[in-house]
């Protein structure tokens, strides 16, 4: 069966940068797996195994655009340090989970401590780069009513 919307769709993946360095991998886990069709990975990696078979794999290049956004230095801000608990260390490259406009979640990494500031980066911390992918797909099947409806496969929640 191959890869098309409405359809679960399960990969083994290896997620490198330009530099040949692994920064995610499937491997030693469960396959990711997800409702193609539904904005649940990045669009890069949808649009590159549209259409493919169960058992196919090959490499996909996801281009800055279409995987998490170019960097965006309007992203940076300077917020004074007692925002952050103030028992905790503050240190540059620390990221945090944040709480942003219409309640979406985003990291927040830490650039630069100086004094009572800290200079913060709201990017996605791949934001800017070309991604690559090595990928395997390791099943596809029609999605259920229950998971058209819910917007991700049976199983899911606890895999997360």
Do not use: C
């Not at 769709?9 to 396959?31: A, M």
């Not at 069709?37 to 669009?43: A, E, K, L, N």
């Not at 794999?57 to 992203?75: K, M, Q, R, W």
Request: glycine share 12%; charged share 30%.
């Amino acid at each position: 069966m191959e890869v098309a919307n409405k359809r679960v769709v399960e990969i083994d993946y290896t997620l490198k940068d330009n530099e040949g360095n692994v920064l995610d991998s499937s491997e030693g886990r469960e396959p990711l797996a997800f409702i193609q069709g539904t904005q649940s990975i990045i669009p890069g990696l949808e649009q590159g195994i549209e259409g493919w078979e169960e058992g196919q794999s090959g490499a996909v290049e996801v281009a800055p655009e279409d995987g998490y956004g170019e960097h965006n230095d309007e992203l940076k801000q300077e917020v004074p340090k007692d925002v952050f608990q103030a028992d905790s260390e503050i240190e540059p490259g620390m990221r945090f989970q944040a709480v942003g406009e219409g309640g979406q979640t985003q990291i927040i990494t830490v650039v630069k401590v100086e004094d009572d500031k800290v200079l913060i980066d709201a990017n996605h911390p791949l934001a800017g780069q070309t991604l690559h992918f090595d990928v395997k797909i390791a099943g596809v099947r029609d999605a259920t009513d229950d998971e058209l409806e819910a917007g991700q496969p049976a199983g899911a929640d606890e895999e997360q």
